[in-house]
T-cell receptor, first 113, second 113 residues
């Protein structure tokens, strides 16, 4: 069955380290998204991509970067981890960018000490 | 600017009763989509139901229905015959012309036996 996976599921890192969170989907969806979820804020969009080589900034993109070298993967990199980036990170994908259901991965819990 | 508001931080419902979770939205887009997602304690985001802004009939998916009142800009989720497994956080979300999902802050539903 097609799916969307994230790894690692849990990560503890130190302030200042570079961290990469992986997202892989097998639906062949063009569109992929990264969100973070914090108490009191719901889910907020970090970065998104509408296809290979396409990346766009979302609502809370500072301190994060993404690259899209193939359809299946959209890794999220924290350039220099900060304690404010402690959060739960969700990856999602959809077939078309507009008014199309996004399907979410299981999430990655990141703790920055 | 687009905005989703969920005014009920927490709700209780008796098992087998119906419950309505409120959602209001604000957008200047003519075409948009409204979504509800369920997040159980295990953390995954589960898509429940979708309503397009031009859909004339309210969306239904099994025990879930979306009470869409366009003039009032509301998209309430109705869960009929509540079950213990319905206890979870519920998020309302909107997707406009940009394709980005904007989430509300969520409502925690507790089903009492």
């Amino acid at each position: 069955d097609a799916e969307i996976t994230q790894s690692p599921r849990h990560k503890i890192t130190e302030t200042g380290r570079q961290v990469t969170l992986a997202c892989h989907q097998t639906w062949n969806h063009n569109n992929m998204f990264w969100y973070r979820q914090d108490l009191g804020h719901g889910l907020r969009l970090i970065h998104y991509s509408y296809g290979v080589q396409d990346t766009n900034k979302g609502e809370v993109s500072d301190g994060y970067s993404v690259s899209r070298s193939n359809t299946e993967d959209l890794p999220l990199t924290l350039e220099s981890a900060a304690s404010s980036q402690t959060s739960v990170y969700f990856c999602a994908s959809s077939e078309s960018p507009r008014q199309e259901t996004q399907y979410f991965g299981p999430g990655t819990r990141l703790l920055v000490l | 600017a687009q905005k989703i508001t969920q005014t009920q931080p927490g709700m209780f419902v008796q098992e087998k009763e119906a419950v309505t979770l409120d959602c209001t939205y604000d957008t200047s887009d003519q075409s948009y989509g409204l979504f509800w997602y369920k997040q159980p304690s295990s953390g995954e985001m589960i898509f429940l139901i979708y309503q397009g802004s031009y859909d004339e009939q309210n969306a239904t998916e099994g025990r879930y229905s979306l009470n869409f009142q366009k003039a009032r800009k509301s998209a309430n989720l109705v869960i009929s015959a509540s079950q213990l497994g319905d206890s979870a956080m519920y998020f309302c979300a909107m997707q406009g012309n940009t394709g980005k999902l904007i989430f509300g802050q969520g409502t925690t539903l507790q089903v009492k036996p």
